[in-house]
Structures are given as structure tokens and as C-alpha cells.
């Protein structure tokens, strides 16, 4: 890779979904790629990315562990080449009723969501201002303009790293580094699945938005250096927009009826 004149960037949770559509907008727009999940999906992805021209590094890595953000730092930072670009997308959901939620699962979002992506951010800002050039993509949600009941640290997980991104952003205006948050709506991926909400209105829905659709307004949206990036349908952006103004108790009473256990029958 480091013979290359490529840009070069780097992407998490790039397995599959909206991780995965990010890569490929960064493969068709001339950037070498070095790509990171654990699943054992990533060989199939990496093989669909390398098809779109360019070279494309995988690093299989769990970031709920500190040692392989450090080791996935350390891929990057070995390639020889300055990242231009990074897409901090990798994370996690789970559902149901906090009273009875798994444990394990829900600090497991704080350690993906939130832990390791502080971690992998302070690694990418460090270099990137000392260079004086670079571009931050947080794959945030709209859940993180409202709380979530029955998804309640999953959409606290996503208010902070939108709080996280906002603030960098401000921080970083004067460096040449830009940050630019992408807030999707309801997604077509296997997030649903994974998180076990599949019995409710909202996973059960037949509209989710198209993950490449997301990806490219995310990554228009990096390119242009915006601040977030309300992605999907226009009803996902208009719903994501109309959280951001609501009133909080407001706008979790509304969600309540779509991310309740269950409701996906009624």
C-alpha cells in the first residue's frame, strides 16, 4: 500500500451495512482502503471491495478490546501512508425492557459504541491535525436526538457520540480537520436482527432505508465538510430533524409505541 498515490482510508464495521456501502463509496472515489470488523464476513466484503479497483487492507479486530484498537492504529500508522479519511461506524444495539436486558450485551454497547470509538478517535485526531489535514466521519443515528425507550443505551450510546463529534468539530475547525456526523434513520441491514428487535414496529418495517442510499449522503457530506448529515428517505430526514426540535419527553413518549416489545403484532 504505501506505494501507492491512492488517498487512503479507513473504515470500521465495514463487514456489512451501512459500514460496508461507506467502503465502497470511498473504493469508487479513488481511495485505498484498510477495512476492519470482527465478523468473519469481512472476507466476502473485502473481495467485493477490492473488485471496484484499488488496494484494500483487512484487519480482523474486536474494539471492545483495547489492545486491538491499538493494534488496528497500528495497521494504519504501518502502511507508511497518511490516512486522508476515517469512517469511526462500527457499532452495536440491543433491545427490550432495561428491567430485564441483558447485561453483558448493554455494556458491550458502551464499550463498542462509546469506549472504543473515543479511543480510535483520539489515535486518528492526533495524527490527522498533525499532519493539518483529514476528514472524521461518526456514524451517529437519529435515536441519538431523543431517548430511546426499550433501546435506552443503545440511544444514549448514540447521543454521545454525536455530543462527541459536535464537540471535535468545534475543537478542530482551525486545524484542516474536518469532523461530519451521519445520523441515518431506520436502516436495511442486519442491526434489527442482531439487536433483537425484530418483534417491534420499527424493526418489523417494511421501509428501512437503503444502507447504500445512507452511505452516499454520508460521504457526500464528508466530502463537502457538513456537520451532520440527516441520511435516508426524506421522511427519515424529516423525522430525524423533527426529533432534534421536539421536546425530550415528548419525543420518547412518540417513540415508545414503535420500539416497544412486541408492537410489531399489534
Known amino acids: 500500500m504505501s506505494e501507492s498515490a491512492r488517498p487512503l482510508a479507513l473504515v470500521t464495521g465495514a463487514s456489512s451495512g451501512i459500514g460496508l456501502e461507506l467502503a465502497k463509496q470511498f473504493a469508487e472515489h479513488g481511495y485505498d482502503l484498510i477495512v476492519a470488523a470482527e465478523n468473519v464476513e469481512l472476507d466476502d466484503a ?6 471496484l479497483g484499488g488496494a484494500v487492507a483487512p484487519v480482523s479486530v474486536d474494539l471492545t478490546r483495547r489492545a486491538d484498537v491499538e493494534r488496528l492504529v497500528a495497521a494504519y500508522r504501518g502502511s507508511g501512508r497518511a490516512l486522508d479519511a476515517a469512517a469511526l461506524n462500527a457499532g452495536v444495539g440491543h433491545g427490550g425492557a432495561f428491567v430485564e436486558s441483558d447485561l453483558e450485551a448493554e455494556l458491550g454497547i458502551v464499550e463498542l459504541n462509546c469506549a472504543s470509538t473515543v479511543h480510535l478517535a483520539k489515535r486518528v485526531v492526533q495524527d490527522m491535525t498533525a499532519r493539518g489535514e483529514g476528514r472524521i466521519l461518526f456514524t451517529s443515528s437519529i435515536a441519538s436526538q431523543a431517548p430511546e425507550p426499550f433501546q435506552a443505551v443503545y440511544g444514549a450510546s448514540k447521543a454521545f457520540v454525536q455530543s462527541l463529534a459536535m464537540a471535535l468539530r468545534e475543537e478542530l ?4 480537520v474536518t469532523v461530519t456526523s ?47 448529515v440527516f441520511a435516508g428517505s426524506l421522511a427519515s430526514q424529516a423525522m430525524g430533524r423533527l426529533s432534534a426540535v421536539t421536546p425530550a419527553n415528548v419525543a420518547t413518549r412518540l417513540k415508545r409505541p414503535m420500539t416497544e ?3 410489531a403484532e399489534e
Do not use: H, I
Open 173 to 176: 475547525k482551525d486545524t484542516g
Open 46 to 51: 473485502v473481495e467485493e471491495l477490492r473488485a
Open 182 to 228: 451521519l445520523l441515518p434513520g431506520p436502516t436495511d441491514t442486519e442491526f434489527f436482527d442482531r439487536a433483537e428487535l425484530t418483534d417491534t414496529k420499527l424493526g418489523a418495517s417494511d421501509s428501512k432505508d437503503d444502507p447504500a442510499q445512507v452511505a452516499r449522503q454520508g460521504f457526500d457530506g464528508l466530502m463537502k465538510g457538513e456537520a451532520s
Open 261 to 263: 416489545p412486541g408492537s
